[in-house]
């Protein structure tokens, strides 16, 4: 194998412990961000039972990991071009399946990753929302969680109870947060300290702040158009906001070590789904 292929890939799971957050349009808008600066971006729907990226940005796509699983195609048939270049790899919500995988769809899927590993610097996963498995399995696999939070107590609590899980159960021990749909910088801090003293209070675990998305009707406007608000409205609150997140996440480490490389996300993954 060449160095293009097995350089560490930065793997990135935006989750929100509850609908509603905001989480699929900071995992777009934060991806389109990124490949902006000259990442090179794939974005997995890892919502199995309601994928809504390609709705989000009007796609249509063709195919999606399920025919990968069962063999109709390709991992490169599947991949749809978003915005900015920006590398869709759409959900199934038939791939409850892969729990039941066998040695030889293991094996499979872990080809059908590295075939588009040489092409990508970052695998952004937006999960579902909520605390299942599912979820769980795909926070267990990435190197960096991002929690999506908002000012209502209801999604302070909820994203506590899905990182209580993943710190006691799996051992995760850094979760970084983003305060999405506040006023301001102050009021993004504000949601973090109320969320950080919780965690302080009962769990060993960092929480670190990587930033906060401001209310924005151009936002808004976007959703309806069905386009990233990167995109459409570069000049807006919010487009700024992403930039400035992006800038975040590209300062992250990248871990040297095997677990870099896409082949492992995949394996991580595979071996906590054999777990349940």
């Given at each position: 194998?060449?160095?293009v292929?097995?350089k560490?890939?930065?793997v990135v799971?935006?989750t ?5 957050v ?17 990442r090179?971006?794939?974005?997995l729907d ?18 999606t990991?399920?025919?990968?699983l069962?063999?109709t195609?390709s991992?490169?048939?599947v991949?749809?071009?978003?915005p900015?270049?920006l ?7 038939g ?11 293991h094996?499979?899927l872990?080809?059908a990753?590295?075939e588009?590993?040489h ?5 952004l996963i937006?999960?579902?929302?909520g ?7 795909f926070?267990?696999a990435a ?5 999506v939070?908002?000012?209502?107590p209801t999604?302070i609590?909820?994203?506590?109870a899905?990182?209580?899980?993943i710190?006691q159960?799996?051992?995760?021990t850094?979760?970084?947060?983003v ?7 102050e009021?993004g801090?504000?949601v973090?300290?109320k969320?950080r003293?919780?965690?302080?209070r009962f769990?060993?675990?960092a929480l ?9 009707e151009q936002l ?7 386009r990233a ?17 992006a800038?975040?996440v ?8 095997p677990?870099?490389?896409l082949?492992f ?5 595979v071996?906590?789904q054999q777990?349940?």
């Amino acid at each position: 194998m060449d160095n293009v292929s097995t350089k560490p890939i930065q793997v990135v799971a935006v989750t929100g412990g509850k609908g509603g957050v905001g989480k699929t349009n900071v995992s777009v808008n934060l991806g389109l961000a990124l490949t902006n600066i000259g990442r090179r971006v794939t974005l997995l729907d890892a919502d199995l039972g309601l994928a809504n990226i390609d709705i989000l940005l009007g796609l249509k796509p063709r195919h999606t990991l399920k025919d990968v699983l069962d063999a109709t195609c390709s991992m490169r048939d599947v991949v749809i071009n978003g915005p900015s270049d920006l590398k869709i790899v759409p959900a199934a919500s038939g791939l409850q399946e892969m729990v039941k995988l066998g040695a030889t769809e293991h094996a499979g899927l872990i080809s059908a990753f590295s075939e588009i590993a040489h092409n990508m610097d970052v695998l952004l996963i937006d999960t579902a929302a909520g605390i299942s498995d599912d979820v769980v399995n795909f926070l267990c696999a990435a190197q960096e969680v991002v929690v999506v939070v908002c000012n209502e107590p209801t999604s302070i609590t909820d994203a506590y109870a899905l990182i209580k899980i993943i710190n006691q159960q799996h051992d995760i021990t850094r979760v970084r947060v983003v305060a999405n749909m506040v006023r301001n910088n102050e009021d993004g801090r504000s949601v973090f300290v109320k969320l950080r003293n919780v965690t302080d209070r009962f769990l060993d675990i960092a929480l670190l702040y990587a930033g906060c998305i401001p209310h924005d009707e151009q936002l808004r406007r976007a959703v309806q158009k069905q386009r990233a608000v990167c995109d459409i409205y570069p000049a807006s609150k919010s487009a700024l906001a992403f930039r400035q997140l992006a800038s975040e996440v590209d300062s992250w480490p990248i871990p040297t070590v095997p677990t870099g490389h896409l082949e492992f996300f995949v394996e991580r993954l595979v071996a906590e789904q054999q777990l349940h």
